[in-house]
């Protein structure tokens, strides 16, 4: 299953605000993918996928680090 397959599955099988954080961040990592999928798949590019993900999703919602959201603690 690829990351857009993923967000397609949360965002169908997992109600309320989570299941569409969940899915935002599956798909940011799809795209992610799409920009970058000539670099090698090491530790370094899935912590960088995962900093893009989140960065990505803290813009679209409005949530920062320490408001006490999935974001921040």
Same mark, same amino acid.
């Given at each position: 299953?690829?990351?857009?397959?993923?967000?397609?599955?949360?965002?169908?099988?997992?109600?309320?605000?989570?299941? %569409?954080?969940?899915?935002?961040?599956?798909?940011?990592? %799809?795209?992610?993918?799409?920009?970058?999928?000539?670099?090698?798949?090491?530790?370094?590019?899935?912590?960088?996928?995962?900093?893009?993900?989140?960065?990505?999703?803290?813009?679209?919602?409005?949530?920062?680090?320490?408001?006490?959201?999935?974001?921040?603690?």
């Amino acid at each position: 299953m690829t990351f857009f397959g993923l967000a397609r599955a949360v965002s169908n099988k997992i109600g309320g605000t989570s299941g %569409a954080i969940y899915a935002l961040l599956f798909f940011f990592a %799809a795209d992610f993918i799409v920009h970058h999928s000539s670099q090698f798949v090491g530790i370094k590019f899935w912590c960088e996928l995962l900093k893009f993900s989140v960065k990505k999703l803290s813009d679209y919602s409005g949530a920062q680090l320490g408001d006490r959201t999935m974001i921040g603690e």
